[in-house]
C-alpha cells in the first residue's frame, strides 16, 4: 500500500533513466522498501524508459489499470 507521503529527491535535468533509477532506489526504497507490485493507471509517466529500467532491476512487477474502467482506478484519481 502507498503511505501518500511526498517525497522530493533533488535532481538534474539531465540525468538520465538509470541514473534515476539509482537515486529513486537509494532515496525511496530505503524508507519505504521494495514493493512486489504496482498497480497503476495508464499515465504515460507511469510508462516511461524509467519506470521500466527500475522496475526490471528491482524484479517488481508493474501492473496497469484496464483503459476506460475508472472503477479499476481506485484512488490514483482522487
Known amino acids: 500500500?502507498?503511505?501518500k507521503v511526498a517525497h522530493f529527491?533533488?535532481?538534474n535535468l539531465k540525468d538520465d533513466s538509470p541514473v534515476l533509477?539509482?537515486?529513486f532506489v537509494h532515496e525511496i526504497f530505503r524508507l519505504q522498501g521494495v514493493p512486489e507490485l504496482i498497480i497503476s493507471d495508464r499515465d504515460p509517466r507511469m510508462m516511461?524508459?524509467?519506470w521500466q529500467t527500475l522496475n526490471a532491476a528491482l524484479g517488481t512487477k508493474l501492473n496497469f489499470s484496464s483503459a476506460y474502467h475508472p472503477e479499476t482506478d481506485?484512488?490514483?484519481e482522487r
Open 21 to 23: 533509477a539509482k537515486r
Open 48 to 50: 516511461s524508459r524509467f
Open 9 to 11: 529527491i533533488a535532481g
Open 1 to 3: 500500500k502507498l503511505t
Open 74 to 76: 481506485g484512488q490514483t
